[in-house]
Nanobody, 121 residues
Framework: QVQLVESGGGLVQAGGSLRLSCAAS????????MGWYRQAPGKQRELVAT???????NYADSVKGRFTISRDNAKNTVYLQMNSLKPEDTAVYYC???????????????WGQGTQVTVSS
């Protein structure tokens, strides 16, 4: 079993910054892609950013130039630095990890519990 624990959400004014963290723990052999998704009220969950273990990144157009994703492979942790936040960034942010398990070396997709980010205007 694998657990993803997120932290760093909160309330911030428009133009402000927040940094989200997500630490994975458990029966982990390796982690391929880690990423952040978000879901606003009444909307579908959407991709924010992903990062491969080798470092390549992918961003939603809506956050390019404002958000930066990074990871520490030794700590199985992924970060999301969010700058120039806008009210439309308000959502629950979910961490995601594609994990190779130590038992059977099988791959599973895991989600964190979510952390609320609220940006006031």
């Amino acid at each position: 079993q694998v657990q993803l624990v997120e932290s760093g959400g909160g309330l911030v004014q428009a133009g402000g910054s927040l940094r989200l963290s997500c630490a994975a723990s458990g029966s982990i052999f390796s982690i391929n892609v880690m990423g952040w998704y978000r879901q606003a009220p009444g909307k579908q969950r959407e991709l924010v950013a992903t990062i491969h273990s080798a470092g390549s990144t992918n961003y939603a157009d809506s956050v390019k130039g404002r958000f930066t994703i990074s990871r520490d492979n030794a700590k199985n942790t992924v970060y999301l630095q969010m700058n120039s936040l806008k009210p439309e960034d308000t959502a629950v942010y979910y961490c995601n990890a594609y994990v190779k398990m130590t038992v059977g070396l099988t791959w599973y997709n895991y989600w964190g519990q979510g952390t609320q980010v609220t940006v006031s205007s």
